[in-house]
């Protein structure tokens, strides 16, 4: 069988997030510290959804950047999507987040979430639907937004004390 470029892109761009989920999923199915694991799980998802609907929907808001395939000749969009709202990525802002608070938890585990992270913002500028500085000013917004809520519900982990 032959992977081609754009069969790897696609599985980056669109495949690779649901694999990341399902892996958090895990976590809690096979973790041994199953109360930490399940905090570990709502401060992600927690600091991943803040940073997708508040944070980069109020940015969008006020700056609506045109996608690389509106803009450029050049570009074999792969996958089909809306056009603007490029600036800052959604899903970087999203998987960024969700590595984050992976990483407060799980040091190494995060590191792998990170790297899974950057591979689904590299596919997606690959696949036309970004810009480079979209995906780092996703990052940025996952990587604040997580680290907010993990200040926010601190004194919900430790039990309210």
């Known amino acids: 069988m032959y992977l081609s470029y754009d069969s790897i892109i696609i599985f980056l761009a669109e495949y690779l997030p649901l694999a990341v989920g399902i892996g958090i999923f895990l976590f809690f199915v096979f973790g ?3 109360k ?3 905090w570990m ?7 991943a959804t803040v940073a997708r609907f508040v944070f980069t929907e109020i940015i969008r808001y006020f700056y609506n950047r045109p996608r690389p395939f509106e803009v450029l000749q050049n570009v074999h969009q792969l996958i089909s999507h809306e056009t603007g709202g490029s600036f800052p990525s959604g ?3 999203f998987f960024f987040a969700l590595a984050t608070g992976v990483f ?11 790297a899974f992270a950057l591979a689904i913002g590299l596919g997606r ?3 036309g639907l970004h810009w480079p500085s979209d995906i780092l000013a996703g990052a940025v917004v996952g990587i604040f937004s997580a680290w907010l809520i993990k200040i926010l519900l601190k004194d919900f982990a430790r039990g309210g004390s």
């Open 41 to 47: 799980i709502i401060q992600s998802f927690a600091a």
């Open 91 to 93: 899903n970087a802002a």
């Open 36 to 38: 930490r694991e399940l």
């Open 32 to 34: 041994r510290d199953k």
């Open 104 to 114: 407060f938890y799980k040091k190494w585990w995060g590191v792998l979430f990170y």
């Open 125 to 127: 500028v690959a696949a």
